[in-house]
């Protein structure tokens, strides 16, 4: 195992862009060491590449919807670095299906990668998170409060993300673990502009990747403690 004094380590799933690569980069740029998780370690080298010259990087080609690729990325993250600090749930997956053509399939698929991932990275990274006194940020949606018309099995799986925030300190104890929710309206990123084009969400509306991580890193260090446990709605109005 490695030396764990070396610097705080944190975890960003959806690392190869969007608000998971603006997150990395300005938590790398204040000197946590990190790890870039997502599902194309061509993107994720990208997001490398844009961090700060010397940063400790870790990068993760890892399917969340893959229990075992999740076990594997834990047990990967402690033999690098023997800590583990921040855990960024912000990778998401959001299929736009009509109610009536929701099939197990679909279902199974989003609940796997949106929640059934992120719970099992904070389970087994649960000793690390207790050393560190750590601390989870779960990206959630505004559509687990007010769903949007077309993603359901989206929704159901925010509403359990919602959900694992709450689990986490109802364990926490004495332990100093911090989680939070951010549910987010729309965001400038390559997955809105797959489901909406400018005619429906016009550009400029909707918030940008980096207000998100202020948001994020607000809650890590300290300055969001009224929220801990709670969802918070996070609209372009809010930031």
Not at 155 to 160: D, F, L, P, T, V
């Amino acid at each position: 195992m490695a030396e764990n004094n070396a610097g705080p380590v944190a975890l960003i799933t959806g690392a190869g862009g969007g608000i998971g690569r603006v997150t990395s980069e300005r938590l790398a740029a204040r000197g946590h060491r990190v790890v870039l998780l997502g599902r194309t370690s061509a993107t994720l080298e990208e997001t490398a590449e844009r961090l700060p010259p010397g940063v400790d990087a870790l990068l993760l080609e890892v399917d969340l919807s893959d229990s075992e690729a999740c076990v594997d990325a834990i047990q990967a993250i402690e033999r690098r670095f023997g800590r583990l600090d921040v855990i960024v749930n912000n990778a998401g997956v959001a299929p736009q299906v009509p109610i009536e053509q929701t099939d197990a399939r679909l279902i199974h698929a989003t609940i796997d990668a949106n929640l059934i991932g992120p719970i099992i990275l904070v389970s087994q990274a649960w000793p690390l998170l207790v050393a560190a006194r750590g601390c989870v940020v779960n990206v959630s949606s505004m559509a687990s409060i007010d769903p949007f018309r077309g993603f359901t099995a989206y929704a159901a799986s925010k509403s359990g993300l919602d959900s694992l925030t709450r689990s986490i300190m109802a364990e926490a104890d004495e332990t100093g673990i911090r989680a939070f929710t951010l549910n987010l309206g729309i965001v400038e990123t390559s997955l809105l502009r797959s489901l909406f084009d400018e005619s429906m969400i016009p550009r400029g509306s909707a918030m940008e990747p980096n207000d998100v991580a202020t948001e994020i890193l607000a809650c890590i260090d300290g300055r969001r403690d009224e929220r801990i446990g709670r969802a918070h709605p996070l609209l372009p109005d809010t930031r």
